[in-house]
Each structure stands twice: as C-alpha cells, then as structure tokens.
C-alpha cells in the first residue's frame, strides 16, 4: 500500500504544486476565504468526495466514504487563511494581492490535504470506516476551529490529524512531538485607575503610569519566583495606552498583552495569579483596578497513540533518518487545540526548509517554502491514515 501511495502522489506532484502556487498567488485574510474555499471545494468534488461548502462560515468539508463496518469517523485538518504582510519573496507566484501573504505555510497545508484526499480516492482502498477532511478558515485569529465546531465539523468524529510546515527542518523531513506542541495563548487587559494632578506635585495625586509601571515590572519577576520553571510562562504586555499631557499626572493606563503558557493547571490559575499581583500592588498605592482575562486556545498536546502511529508510518515511509523527535514545544498557539477539546488528535511538523540557502521564519515577509516538501506532506498523511483503520 505504501509504494502504491507513493506511486500515485508522485503522478499527482505537478498538479499538487500547480495548486499550492495557485492559492499562495491569491491569498485571503482570515474569515475571507472564499475564493480559497470554492478552489478546494471544487478540487474535492473532482475527486468524488461529499462537499459541503460555508462550515464555520468560510470552512468546507470533504467526506471519504467506507464501508461503515467500522464506526469510527477520522478526521484530517487543514487551514486556508493569509496573513496581512507585505510578501518580498520576489517569486513569480508571490502574492497578487498587497499587503496579504500566505506567510505562515497554509497554502501548503490546503495542498497536503487536497493530495491527500486526492491520493486515498484513487487508492482504490476502501476504508472501513469514514474520513472527514476539514479546510478550516481563520486560525491565524484563532477563532476558525471554534466556527467549525460550532456548525458541526466534529460530529461523530473519532481521532483528528494535522500538520504544520517548519522552516527549520529541512524539507524531506518531519518533525514528530510527543505531549504538548504548542501554548495556551490567551488576551490580558489591566486598567489602572488612579487621580489626576499637577506633575510638579506627585504626592497630590495617584499616578497610574508609575503603577502600571510597577504591576509590568512585578509580573514579570514574579514568574521567575513564583511559577513552576518547569512549567513556563511567557507574559508580554504588547500596548500601553495612558496620559493626557507631559505636566499632568495620568488618571488611568491601559495594559494590553498576552499571555502564554504549556501546562494546563498553569493555564487554569493565571488569571487569579495575575489579578492578586495588580490588586495588591494597587492597594498598596491607592489605585484602582480592573483585570480582564480573555481564554484564547488552549495548548495542543498530541495524543501518544496517534503520535505514535505517525511517527512509525513516517519512519516507514521515509526511513529514521529523515524522523525528527522534537524535544522542545513552541510557545506560539494554534487553534487545532480546540478540536482536540473534543477528540484526541495529534499534529506533526512538516519540514519545508532548504539545506543550500536561508529560511526566513513563520510570519515573516521573505519566508519561502521547499516545494518538495508536499509529496512528503502528502505521503506520510495519507499513509498514517491508512495505518489508522488496521489498529
């Protein structure tokens, strides 16, 4: 089964990178996804799967029929969103839109998925059970798996797979992570309100600067001294809002920030620990407050069965040399995390870089991926699903 995998995906390789370039030349912001949508609908129809078009608004849906003599329902997702960055790759497919860019490999990912489907319908495999593709719409604002969800996506589903591309690894390559793989990322606002007065007589007044100064300062030193570090967090306040005039002490400063973090009880007590820093200190200098703590995702921790069962269809597939165990987890967030609220599930790191010259990061106006890597992509996806219904 895997050479005849391997057999059709190198057939459909020109058609696969025909359909990556397409959709990194037309780039859509998240939750704009049409043209995206209509592309990959249209893709699946071709290949015979059941399409349903406007899930989780601009999400689509693919389902694989089997024999239903089993009853588990696997799923397989990917993302389609761009970015809004200026792309300088100067690549005769870069972007025909200004200021948007597929900058974070979702153009890869579309395309894995679709070789995917692509590859299993003419298999010639039927599965026992059934397989459900997910083309999800805005992650890059972490609110598309929650729109999917919403409108159904996960009925019946049993186990989820995913991948995301990885500048660092080379191209060729995976990159396998047992346990968490990404961070809980959540939205901090702190509002600090003191009284206004003369800046030549601080004593009269309450000074929200100098405490929102303090409560930055204090949070950030208190994670060294007061969490686990063995269980990091990374704080960062990104904006501060406040003062009306350079001889006038402000009245109010607003903090906002995120907040990150791996470990779930972590995750569940940082808003309690951030709020009784700013309250204390706030007491102590006379000054009110107000803490809002917003959940974004949760962290994804990949299920060790499944992990397992990839990283063994890879290393068949491609041989233990080319099989990265990641020993570290990212602290950046991704909203495969909410699927995983529901299902156990596991995503791998698909190597895209290039060995002979520089690899731009994620997010970044110049990254630029090795094209090769989407018959790896394609390859190890379709086989580890295939290795999913013999378990």
Known sequence: MLNRIKEITEKLAPRLIEIRRHIHSHPELSGQEYQTAAYVAGVLSSCGLHVQESIGRTGVIGELKGQNIDDRLLAVRTDMDALPIVERTGLDYASRLPGIMHACGHDV??????????????LGEVFPGNLRFL????????????WMVADGAMDKVSAIMSLHVFPSIPAGSIGIRYGALTAAADDLEIIITGESGHGARPHEAIDAI??????????????????NPLRPVVLTVGKIEGGRAPNVIADSVRLVGTVRSLHPETHANLPQWIE?????????????????????????????????????????????????????????????????????????????GYVDKKNYPLHHPQFEVNESAIVTGVVTLAYAICQYWQN
Not at 135 to 146: K, N, R, S, Y
Request: glycine share 8%.
């Open 109 to 122: 990912h579309t395309t894995v998925g679709l070789g995917t489907a692509m590859v299993l319908s003419q």
């Open 210 to 227: 100098w405490i929102a100064a303090q409560v930055i300062t204090t949070l950030q030193q208190a994670i060294s001294r007061t969490q």
């Open 135 to 146: 083309f999800q719409p805005a992650e890059e604002i972490a609110q598309g798996a929650a």
């Open 276 to 352: 009784e820093i700013v309250a204390n200190i706030c007491k102590t200098y006379g000054a009110g407050y107000q803490v809002n703590y917003h959940r974004g995702v949760p962290s994804v921790q990949n299920d060790s069965t499944l992990t397992q069962l990839v990283e063994s269809a890879a290393k068949e597939a491609w041989g233990c040399d080319r099989v990265q165990i990641l020993l570290e987890p990212s602290l950046g967030a991704e909203d495969f995390s909410m699927y995983l609220q529901h299902v156990p599930g596991t995503m791998f790191r698909l190597g895209v």
